[in-house]
């Protein structure tokens, strides 16, 4: 057999082969697709530690990247579980989740979760203090007898441990807040405080005493999931094999802006004590660096460079000053006179800047060249490089890079262009940068090619030899500023090639063809359009048919999806309405119990405005839970007699402190002749909580936020007009925004670029409830300025018989004499259970426990007839539930037991719920949380 058959058949043999072999490589991948272990990650918000914790945002941070670079090395997909720490905490001893990132290492969480063998990262800590106390210093003894702040939590331990180890005796004072703990160093309250080292603090006016140490914190695990430690653990162990300076590279991307580098040393103090401005001299007609603008202003990145840079130090009394050269060398000139302090931009090498006497910082911005040639690659070993005459930049390029090559020099970039496309030199140098603006849009130099060179150019600040202080200081806030901030800024100032008339027509000719060539076309195109109309008319009603008749068929399936979407929505509704009320129970009771006990004035206006917030939730509750409502799509106005003041005293309490920690000034006024008006006040309380919560979010703190409540003549006979008006000195609204303020999802612009969220429904569920109240709303605003809304209601005077209702019911309360019943409770919550029992006993009712409805059965049975005179019964319990119950009671054989008074008391709060109640043989029912007065309204009624 000859050597070419043989090859053949080799041939024909491998591909055969690989044919054979291909369905094994699907079945892997699609194996490999389904065994994707979901993984649930609690995900909450933490800065540049871990950002973007609500669905759809853009997430980001040292943990995210963190978990993506582990997905990397697993079969994991991530289904990210949102909240606060402390609720996704929760939900990992729970199982809830299966992973959550950040935790360091306490004996006492082993119980409730795993840690793998590796830490993800180290907190670093730092004892900071005030600026001027030079009294306090790294050494022990200073330290001595001094005040101490600190987080709690881990901070704290570390805190104690480090005056532990040094012998230092000194107050230790905690915080749940990093503003307050900065606050009290300012004020003096504390000498020291110690914060991680990545931690934001607001403060500029610190110094760092000492460095305390460190703390491992770690990807932890959920108890029930072994699987996921095991998959952890290897990921881990491949990862930092793979990237062993990652944790270092991640803290220095996300991190490294934080209180202690961001710290002035003592030169660098110095530097900004004697110098009241920065003069920054800058070479012009070199967009997107630098340049001077037609007002004479300097433009580019430079502008923007130079006052970040000392932001990010924190320095404010500096001011830069900025001047223009036409050439480096006048620039150079003007450094060494000492008429600037600095140039921008320069080669970032020691080397060529040492041969024009200066010192480079390091690098603000990597930029590259390109290298423009005509024909063939060059030969840059030895070829003839056309350089622009007064760009030191690029000649110190060159030097270094072509150092074989000749020089020849041009006035202007086109003249070094025009040199390589008329073959005078075999090459010139741009800035990458700057490129397209001579060579994407000049066609004239289309025949001209260009190659970027290997290898990043940092551009940096040239200074004098021996200005060392001021290297220091722009070395430090260059190595704090983001990588790419320069970077990002060259968009704004990319230079606009201006193409003159004549070179326009000459390289777009066909412009002047074009014209004549639409006419011939529009008129064919409209010939064969006319001929064609008839036809497709004819199709489309054919099309339109068929389509009318998908389109039945379509709705009827929508109608059966939305009724077994309305189905599961009813179910949702009951669980949330249940889940719901029973912490508030717990709220308001216990609300109620500590009001008895209180005595000092300030806590118990504490807990009436605890109880009016309660108050306030669980009417929205009710309103937005009510099934009839929601499932009808309509909504009904429930008027009673309403005291005015308590309205406007209900919704101000509900912000008067998040408006003190703002630091705005909310005031309230009323002016009314008739206090008692018939009004829907859930209705009333939701629409003006809608206003006044945007009011006091866009306003910033020292602003002002205004209610005025007014009384207006109405022209229906025993009816008022009540005008409110809540104005704000806010971030205001733009006029073109206004017409669309009341649209579903609506939000401002500058409301999105503020970093304050929301839904944007706010504004449409108040102008839905004005129209169902029948008045009306005006917004007048200016952007910033704040804004006002003017809402106007009709409201029906109340007679003096709903007054009189209204004070006989609030003078009566519990109105009626329960001492001496003794009373059997069905509740399963032990805690529910606690906060019934102390109410009924407090007004003199006996009353015995039971934990289910099963034991609530046998006490009936196991005690003698008239031993109970009621039996209050909780809905859903175990072993028997209230129903079942009370059926089971009503069954019994002694006539006495089996009529003994029944009252629902329960979180099952529907219209739906009193009617299975009441079906079920009970005789009242109480929704969840309990009011008092009608608990004890709803006994008495039954008992008589």
Same mark, same amino acid.
């Given at each position: 057999?000859g050597?070419?058959k043989r090859?053949q058949?080799?041939s024909?043999?491998f591909?055969?082969a690989?044919?054979?072999?291909?369905?094994l490589?699907s079945?892997?991948v699609?194996?490999?697709?389904e065994d994707?272990?979901v993984?649930r990650?609690?995900?909450?918000?933490d800065?540049n530690f871990?950002?973007?914790?609500?669905?759809?945002?853009?997430?980001?941070?040292?943990s995210?990247e963190?978990l993506?670079?582990l997905?990397m090395h697993?079969?994991?997909e991530y289904?990210?579980?949102?909240?606060?720490?402390?609720?996704?905490?929760?939900?990992l001893?729970?199982?809830d989740v299966?992973?959550?990132?950040?935790?360091?290492?306490?004996?006492?969480r082993?119980?409730?979760?795993s840690?793998p063998e590796l830490?993800m990262g180290?907190t670093?800590?730092s004892?900071?203090?005030k600026q001027?106390?030079d009294?306090?210093?790294?050494?022990p003894?200073?330290?001595?007898g001094k005040?101490f702040g600190a987080?709690?939590?881990?901070?704290l331990?570390?805190?104690?441990?480090?005056l532990?180890e040094?012998g230092?005796?000194g107050?230790?004072i905690?915080?749940t807040?990093l503003?307050?703990s900065?606050? !009290?160093?300012?004020?003096?309250t504390?000498?020291?405080?110690?914060?991680?080292?990545?931690?934001?603090?607001?403060?500029k006016?610190?110094?760092v005493?000492?460095?305390v140490?460190?703390n491992?914190y770690?990807?932890?695990?959920?108890?029930?999931?072994?699987?996921?430690?095991?998959d952890?653990?290897n990921?881990?162990?491949?990862l930092?094999h793979a990237?062993p300076?990652?944790k270092?590279e991640?803290?220095d991307?996300?991190?490294r802006?934080?209180?202690?580098s961001?710290?002035?040393?003592?030169?660098?103090?110095e530097?900004?004590?004697?110098?009241?401005?920065?003069?920054?001299?800058y070479f012009?007609?070199?967009?997107?660096?630098s340049d001077t603008?037609?007002t004479?202003?300097v433009?580019?990145?430079v502008?923007?460079v130079v006052p970040?840079?000392l932001?990010t130090?924190?320095? &404010?009394n500096?001011e830069?000053?900025?001047?223009?050269?036409?050439t480096?060398?006048d620039? +150079?000139?003007?450094?060494?006179a000492g008429?600037i302090d600095?140039i921008f931009?320069?080669?970032s090498e020691?080397?060529s800047a040492?041969?024009y006497g200066?010192t480079?910082?390091?690098?603000?911005?990597?930029?590259?060249?390109?290298?423009?040639?005509k024909?063939?690659y060059?030969?840059t070993?030895?070829s003839?490089?056309?350089l *622009?005459? #007064?760009?030191?930049l690029?000649?110190a390029?060159a030097?270094?890079?072509? @150092?074989c090559?000749?020089?020849?020099?041009?006035?202007?970039?086109?003249e070094c262009l025009?040199?390589?496309?008329? %073959?005078?030199?075999?090459l010139?140098?741009?800035?990458?940068?700057?490129?397209?603006?001579?060579?994407l849009?000049?066609?004239k130099?289309s #025949?001209l090619?260009?190659?970027?060179l290997? %290898?990043n150019?940092p551009?940096?600040f040239?200074?004098?030899v021996?200005? $060392?202080q001021?290297?220091?200081?722009?070395n430090? !806030?260059?190595?704090?500023i983001?990588?790419d901030?320069?970077? $990002?800024?060259?968009?704004?100032?990319?230079?606009e090639?201006?193409?003159?008339?004549?070179?326009?027509l000459?390289?777009n000719?066909?412009?002047i063809?074009?014209?004549?060539?639409?006419?011939?076309?529009?008129?064919l195109?409209?010939?064969i359009a006319?001929? *064609?109309k008839?036809?497709?008319?004819?199709?489309?009603?054919a099309?339109?048919n068929k389509?009318?008749?998908?389109?039945?068929?379509?709705?009827?399936?929508?109608?059966?999806?939305?009724?077994a979407?309305?189905? !599961?929505k009813?179910?949702?509704?009951?669980n949330?309405?249940? &889940?719901? *009320?029973?912490?508030?129970?717990a709220?308001t009771?216990y609300?109620?119990?500590m009001?008895?006990e209180?005595t000092?004035p300030?806590?118990?206006?504490?807990q009436e405005?605890?109880?009016a917030?309660a108050k306030?939730l669980?009417?929205?509750?009710?309103?937005?839970?009510?099934m009839?409502s929601?499932e009808?799509?309509?909504?009904?106005?429930?008027?009673?007699?309403t005291y005015v @003041?308590?309205?406007a005293?209900?919704i101000?309490?509900?912000f008067e402190?998040?408006?003190r920690?703002k630091?705005?000034n909310l005031?309230?006024?009323? &002016?009314?002749?008739?206090?008692?008006?018939l009004?829907?006040q859930?209705?009333m309380?939701?629409?003006?909580?809608?206003?006044?919560?945007?009011a006091i979010k866009y306003?910033?703190a %020292?602003?002002?936020v205004?209610?005025?409540?007014e009384?207006l003549?109405?022209? *229906?006979d025993?009816?008022?007009t009540?005008?409110t008006t809540i104005s704000?000195t806010g971030i205001?609204? =733009?006029?073109?925004? +206004?017409?669309?303020?009341?649209?579903?999802?609506s939000?401002?612009?500058?409301?999105?670029t503020?970093g304050?969220?929301?839904?944007?429904?706010?504004? =449409?569920?108040?102008k839905?409830?004005v129209d169902?109240?029948?008045g009306?709303?005006?917004?007048? =605003?200016e952007?910033?300025? $704040?804004?006002?809304f003017i809402v106007?209601?009709p409201?029906?005077?109340a007679?003096?018989?709903?007054?009189l209702q209204?004070n006989?019911?609030?003078?009566e309360g519990v109105?009626f004499?329960?001492?001496?019943?003794h009373?059997?409770?069905a509740?399963?919550?032990?805690?529910n259970?606690e906060?019934a029992i102390?109410i009924?006993e407090d007004v003199g009712v006996q009353?015995d426990w039971?934990k289910?409805g099963k034991h609530?059965l046998?006490?009936i049975?196991?005690h003698?007839?008239?031993?109970y005179d009621l039996?209050?019964?909780?809905?859903q319990?175990?072993?028997?539930?209230?129903?079942?119950a009370?059926k089971a009671?009503r069954?019994?054989a002694?006539?006495?037991?089996?009529?003994i008074?029944?009252?629902?008391?329960t979180a099952n709060a529907f219209?739906e719920d009193k009617k299975d109640a009441f079906?079920?043989?009970?005789? $009242?029912?109480?929704?969840?949380?309990l009011?008092l007065d009608e608990?004890?309204k709803?006994?008495a &009624?039954v008992l008589s």
């Open positions: 057999m050597l070419k090859k058949m080799k024909v043999a591909l055969l690989i044919v054979l072999l291909l369905p490589f079945i892997n699609f194996a490999k697709t994707k272990k993984v990650v609690a995900y909450y918000e800065h871990q950002a973007g914790a609500s669905e759809g945002a853009i997430k980001s941070g040292y995210y963190y993506k670079r997905q697993t079969n994991w289904e990210y579980v949102y909240g606060d720490f402390s609720e996704v905490y929760d939900a001893v729970n199982g299966d992973i959550i990132t950040g935790l360091a290492y306490k004996e006492e082993e119980e409730f979760m840690y830490s180290q670093l800590y004892l900071i203090k001027g106390r009294d306090l210093t790294s050494n003894k200073s330290l001595n005040t987080l709690e939590g881990p901070i331990t570390a805190l104690q441990n480090y532990n040094n230092i005796d107050e230790i905690t915080y807040d503003y307050e900065d606050r !009290a160093l300012m004020d003096g504390l000498d020291v405080v110690l914060l991680e080292s990545s931690a934001q603090s607001a403060l006016e610190i110094e005493v000492d460095e140490g460190a491992d770690y990807v932890c695990v959920a108890k029930n999931r072994p699987d996921i430690l095991e952890l653990n990921a881990q162990r491949e930092f990237k300076r990652l270092e991640l803290y991307k996300w991190l802006r934080n209180v202690q961001a710290t002035l040393n003592a030169t660098e103090k530097w900004v004590e004697t110098h009241n401005e920065f003069r920054v001299g012009n007609t070199y967009l997107p660096y603008d037609d004479g202003n433009t580019g990145i502008k923007d970040e840079l932001n130090l924190n320095i &404010d500096v830069p000053v900025f001047q223009g050269y036409d480096y060398d620039m +150079l000139t003007a450094l060494q008429e600095a931009p320069v080669y020691y080397y040492e041969s200066i480079p910082t390091d690098g603000v911005i990597n930029a590259y060249y390109n290298l423009v040639y024909g063939d060059p030969n070993e030895n003839r490089i056309a *622009r005459k #007064s760009n030191k690029v000649q390029y030097m270094i890079q072509f @150092p090559c000749e020089i020849v020099f041009c006035d202007t970039v086109q025009d040199a390589v496309l008329e %073959g005078k030199v075999d010139t140098l741009i800035n990458g940068l700057r490129t397209p603006s001579y060579m849009y000049d066609k130099y #025949s090619r260009c190659s970027q290997a %290898g150019v551009l940096g040239g200074l004098s021996n200005d $060392g001021t290297a220091e200081v722009l430090h !806030a260059i190595g704090l983001d990588s901030f320069a970077l $990002g800024q060259t968009h704004l100032y990319e230079q090639y201006k193409m003159t008339t004549s070179e326009f000459k390289q000719w066909w412009i063809v074009l014209p004549v060539m639409i006419v011939i076309l529009v008129i195109i409209s010939v006319a001929f *064609r008839n036809k497709k008319i004819l199709v489309r009603e099309a339109y389509e009318l008749t998908e389109k039945i068929r379509e709705i009827s399936n929508l109608q059966q999806e939305a009724d979407a309305n189905k !599961a009813t179910e949702f509704l009951f949330v309405s249940h &889940d719901i *009320r029973t912490p508030m129970n709220i009771g609300s109620q119990l009001k008895k209180l000092d300030k806590l118990i206006e504490y405005k605890i109880d917030s306030l669980l009417s929205i509750i009710n309103h937005v839970l009510d009839s929601i009808s799509g309509k909504e009904h106005i429930n008027e009673e007699c @003041p308590d309205i005293a209900t101000i309490n509900v402190e998040e408006a920690k630091k705005i005031n309230c006024n009323i &002016d009314y002749e008739h206090n008692y008006i009004c829907d859930t209705k309380h939701e629409l003006y909580t809608n206003i006044l919560s945007n306003t910033p %020292g602003g002002n205004d209610v005025l409540i009384e003549p109405s022209e *229906r025993g009816y008022l009540c005008r704000d205001g609204m =733009s006029e073109e925004f +206004l017409p669309h303020i009341f649209d579903s999802f939000r401002e612009r500058n409301s999105t503020s304050i969220q929301g839904t944007g429904l706010g504004m =449409s569920i108040v839905k409830l169902l109240l029948d009306t709303i005006e917004v007048e =605003s952007l910033g300025k $704040g804004s006002t106007s209601l409201h029906k005077i007679t003096e018989a709903d007054i209204v006989v019911s609030s003078k109105g004499a329960l001492e001496g019943k009373i059997l409770l509740e399963d919550n032990e805690l259970a906060i102390a009924l009353v039971a289910n609530c046998e006490q049975e196991n003698p007839t008239g031993t039996i209050l019964m909780d809905i319990m175990p072993v028997m539930n209230g129903y079942e009370t009671i069954s019994l002694e006539k006495d037991k089996a009529t008074p029944i009252v629902a008391m219209e079906a079920a043989g009970m005789n $009242g029912h109480i929704a969840k949380p009011n608990l004890f709803q006994l &009624d």
